[in-house]
């Protein structure tokens, strides 16, 4: 089956300074990634949607400066956070869906990033 | 808008007893229906899915039907075991243009006792 992965899998960084987050899909193309963020005990969040070779379209209420994402192959999409702060701390998860799939609709998602901001 | 809403949790129930979660939806046209599942620590899994009216999704012993009628996509196992303790969250994705967008409940956590 479809393979997303996600670098790294935990991070731990100190306020003001930048993280960068990469999902990859393994085994097929994805010219569509998305990203997500889960609170604690929480359900998932859409932030973005990633398309390759184009610029990122952003949810409402999030902050496209803040949370920077660059699509540039159709296996690899990174998200940055930017100038992080504690409450940015949280669980990245990002998704893809499988062309191959034709309608099928089904988005692999992959292991998630759990970034803490000290 | 697309919504989904799943009951609260946690759910605990003892090994071998009979598990449903429900969940119902809002949407216009004809989505498609999912549950995933996360165990802790560790990114979503695809359990199953119904991609149209009257389908049912199986997977590993958990079973949903897609009712139109109802909105609803109810997640059932007959016997449930200690290793299916995790968080099941259901999701949509909606017909049309924003197919690729996924709407998810709120997640309802499964604790299985021995």
């Known amino acids: 089956g479809a393979v997303v992965s996600q670098h790294p899998s935990w991070v731990i960084c100190k306020s003001g300074t930048s993280v960068k987050i990469e999902c990859r899909s393994l085994?097929?193309?994805?010219?569509?990634m998305f990203w997500y963020r889960q609170f604690p005990k929480q359900s998932l969040m859409l932030m973005a949607t990633s398309n390759e070779g184009s610029k990122a379209t952003y949810e409402q209420g999030v902050e496209k400066d803040k949370f920077l994402i660059n699509h540039a192959s159709l296996t690899l999409s990174t998200l940055t956070v930017t100038s992080a702060h504690p409450e940015d701390s949280s669980f990245y998860i990002c998704?893809?869906?499988?062309?191959?799939?034709?309608?099928?609709?089904?988005?692999?998602f992959g292991p998630g990033t759990r970034l803490t901001v000290t | 808008g697309d919504s989904v809403t799943q009951m609260e949790g946690p759910v605990t129930l003892s090994e071998e007893a009979f598990l449903t979660i429900n969940c119902t939806y809002t949407?216009?046209?004809?989505?498609?229906l999912f549950w995933y599942v996360q165990y802790p620590g560790e990114g979503l899994q695809l359990l199953l899915k119904a991609t149209k009216a009257d389908d049912k999704g199986s997977n590993k012993g958990f079973e949903a039907t897609y009712r139109k009628e109802t909105t609803s996509f109810h997640l059932e196992k007959g016997s449930v075991q200690v290793s299916d303790s995790a968080v099941y969250f259901c999701a949509l994705s909606p017909s049309g243009d924003n197919f690729n967008k996924f709407y998810f409940g709120s997640g309802t956590k499964l604790n299985v006792k021995p």
């Open positions: 998704s893809a869906r499988d062309q191959r799939q034709g309608g099928s609709y089904e988005q692999y």
């Open positions: 085994d097929f193309q994805a010219t569509t």
């Open positions: 949407a216009t046209g004809y989505p498609s």
